[in-house]
């Protein structure tokens, strides 16, 4: 059975929407599942936040070693560590990058994103080449359109922990649609953009080589890499409800890496705010989503 397969049978008994791209760079051998398809990225946007924020420290706009202070109003709910912290606390701007990347910190996020611009980000991606990756939301409007919070003014971190707490998401809303005005992207353009990282073509050698290293710290690692040695992935997941999603490099050896994206979404019924069933949803995907990185690392571009 060839990689195609065995991977599709992985996936077939979940009942998921999926795209898939993964690319052996050393041969160019892919495979593939609907890899044009757009689908929201979640915390997989951080890969291009990265990007333009190495690529805006280059222009000498500021740099890596650069401090900036948390302020109340930079807070957000969801992964990370900054929220919990009082504010005044200032990390550098690579110490934001490394919590960004590695626990997914969405304050460190909001603070970066707010350095660099929205636009900016698109922008770049565009002139890589990269046309289906789209970086329209805000931290806070991600959560906004998430929970059916009116996003103008931006809801405030007490408003976004309420609708956390109180409300169901909003599947119908901004945040779940698969379009250009929502922040998305295609598996195919998100495995590119991993990839162009890795070889060093988004900027500088240097800061690639520096990405590279904090995507490789990774904490989370209980999808694509979960099987696979210590160090080997470089990768970024995305979790909100009902999607689970990685992308990166798998580095089997010198010359011989991986690149991937992979996107889900589940339709499956769920009842309001967290329960038994999501929880058994989630780690069948997960599971997945492994087999399919031992799938990946075992077989593709090995005949």
Not at 41 to 68: C, H, M, N, W
Not at 72 to 81: C, E, F, K, L, P
Not at 193 to 216: N, Q, T
Not at 285 to 290: E, F, R, V
Request: one cysteine or more; a neutral charge.
């Amino acid at each position: 059975m060839n990689v195609q397969s065995r991977i599709e049978d992985v996936l077939a008994p979940l009942g998921i929407d999926v795209g898939f791209s993964a690319t052996h760079l050393p041969t160019g051998q892919t495979v593939a599942i609907a890899p044009q398809r757009l689908f929201p990225t979640a915390s997989v946007y951080k890969i291009p936040v990265l990007v333009e924020v190495y690529r805006q420290a280059e222009t000498g706009r500021f740099k890596l070693s650069d401090r900036l202070a948390m302020a109340d109003a930079h807070r957000i709910i969801g992964s990370g560590v900054l929220q919990k912290l009082d504010a005044g606390v200032a990390p550098t701007i690579r110490d934001l990058a490394m919590l960004m990347i590695i626990i997914s910190d969405n304050t460190a996020t909001h603070m970066l994103q707010d350095l660099v611009g929205t636009g900016s980000i698109t922008a770049t991606m565009r002139q890589l080449g990269l046309l289906d990756i789209h970086v329209v939301l805000s931290m806070p409007g991600l959560f906004a359109h998430g929970y059916g919070l009116p996003p103008v003014p931006p809801p405030s971190y007490d408003a976004m922990q309420s609708a956390a707490r109180e409300s169901d998401m909003a599947y119908d809303g901004l945040a779940f649609q698969r379009t250009a005005n929502n922040t998305t992207s295609s598996a195919a353009d998100m495995s590119r953009l991993c990839a162009m990282i890795f070889d060093g073509k988004v900027a500088s050698p240097a800061s690639c080589a520096d990405m590279m290293e904090i995507l490789r710290a990774q904490q989370l690692r209980d999808r694509v890499p979960r099987f696979l040695p210590v160090g080997a992935a470089a990768n970024k997941t995305g979790t909100f409800r009902k999607i689970r999603n990685d992308a990166g490099v798998l580095m089997r050896g010198e010359g011989d890496a991986i690149s991937f994206g992979l996107f889900t979404y589940d339709p499956t019924p769920l009842p309001p705010a967290n329960s038994r069933l999501l929880a058994q949803r989630n780690a069948l995907i997960n599971d997945a989503m492994a087999e399919i990185g031992a799938i990946l690392w075992d077989r593709l571009g090995k005949g």
